[in-house]
């Protein structure tokens, strides 16, 4: 018998952390800080913006409801610009932890999901028939660390 779909998801998942996490851990303190990886945005920002995604991810899963923050109403850019002054001034290693935290938590929602959650709208209570839930969660975990990822490794090949 084949994996289950949850199975795919927590594995994909591992795999994309696994690599987000190395990079971010190859990276010194200094780089970390430098703004410019997207436009004003250093890595400390971008792990703050990642943690966000994934802390609205869990709570997506668990609760089965598309309830997340309000921010959502707002547009990306909008949005991503709160996040970015709610967390400027934040420590590294408050975020990192923060980061390392948010992730148990997401894993341990989707440990606990069912397929069928997974793959049906119906099963999220107010998320429109035309959504497909795993691709809501790809887009916004696994797909996230590497959208970002790549942007973090060009921006420290340009500076070294």
């Not at 996490?21 to 990276?27: A, F, H, T």
Request: hydrophobic share 40%; proline share 2%.
């Amino acid at each position: 018998m084949g994996k289950s779909v949850k199975g795919n998801v927590i594995n994909t998942l591992l795999y994309a952390r696994r690599d987000w996490d190395r990079l971010i851990d190859s990276v010194d303190e200094v780089e970390i800080g430098k703004a410019g990886v997207k436009g004003k945005w250093s890595i400390k920002d971008i792990i703050a913006h990642i943690t966000w995604y994934d802390k609205e991810m869990e709570k997506l899963i668990r609760n089965k409801k598309l309830d997340g923050s309000e921010l959502w109403e707002l547009s990306p850019k909008e949005r991503d610009d709160v996040i970015y002054q709610k967390n400027k001034f934040k420590d590294l290693d408050e975020l990192k932890n923060q980061s390392l935290k948010t992730f148990a938590f997401l894993l341990d929602a989707l440990e606990s999901a069912e397929d069928a959650a997974l793959l049906d709208p119906g099963k999220i209570e107010g998320m429109p028939e035309d959504w497909f839930p795993l691709d809501i969660i790809a887009n916004n975990t696994w797909m996230h660390y590497t959208q970002h990822g790549v942007e973090i490794e060009e921006f420290l090949d340009k500076s070294s």
